[in-house]
């Protein structure tokens, strides 16, 4: 019993020395393998110059970065990979970066319009409010992405994997999404004026009209049996 309690006030004052010096550390943001339910980390700010120094140097994989509202219009970055990255407010018009690895990634409000993002990885990431007008992102993997209010008139979407995408008010008009897949995904009040559905796959998926697609082809209600 003695030695029960010494391990317990041990315990006690451990945790309380945990506690005290935890009210000392600096405030950690979020990061959104937390929104996840995965560990949290705290953010790196970066700038421009360390980045493409970095990347000069043979480094392709950044983790954990902060690089808000940086400029990075028309760089060409192929094959980088940003993994749960804070990059909200990034413009990245007329970038090159096919093949890039983004999941998990913030990219809210960013600029993308006109970038090369062929069979790049957006798994997870949020690109709500995005504007990524005429981006080619053929053949990307978009599992789960969420582009809710995001600007993609234009874009090029065909053969993309857009299985469980929220797309909630997206603006598709013209868009390209032949061949994609967009199983389960959610367009409810997305404009698909003149957008491309040619041979895409839609069952499950959530429509503008709040109808979705069955097994059997047939368009049903939301909420129907």
């Known amino acids: 019993m003695t030695s029960h309690r010494k391990g ?22 979020p990061s959104q393998s937390a ?30 970065l902060d690089l808000r509202n940086v400029s990075l219009e028309g760089i060409k970055l192929p094959f980088v990979e940003f993994i749960d990255c ?17 999941t998990h990634s913030l990219f809210r409000k960013s600029k993308l319009n006109w970038a090369n993002l062929i069979g790049s990885d957006f798994f997870r990431a949020d690109l709500s409010a995005v504007q990524m007008s005429r981006a080619l992102l053929s053949g990307a993997k978009l599992t789960g992405a969420n582009f809710q209010g995001a600007t993609l008139k234009e874009t090029v979407l065909s053969g993309s ?22 199983q389960g995904a959610d367009l409810r009040d997305a404009d698909l004026t003149d957008t491309d559905l040619d041979g895409a796959n839609l069952i499950g998926a959530m429509m503008p009209d709040n109808t979705y697609i069955d097994y059997r082809f047939d368009l049903l209600p939301a909420g129907a049996d």
């Not at 797309?167 to 868009?175: H, Q, S, V």
């Open 86 to 102: 804070n990059l909200s407010g990034l413009n990245l018009s007329g970038a090159f970066m096919p093949g890039g690895v983004f």
């Open 161 to 182: 994997d857009l299985r469980g995408a929220n797309l909630k008010r997206a603006n598709l008009r013209g868009a390209n999404l032949s061949y994609a897949n967009l």
């Open 35 to 64: 929104l996840h339910g995965l560990p949290m980390y705290p953010y790196t700010r970066y700038s421009l110059d360390l980045l493409t120094q970095n990347y000069t140097r043979g480094q392709l994989q950044f983790h954990h």
């Open 8 to 29: 317990s006030e041990r315990l006690v004052r451990r945790v309380s020395h945990l506690k005290c010096a935890g009210d000392r550390l600096p405030a950690i943001a």
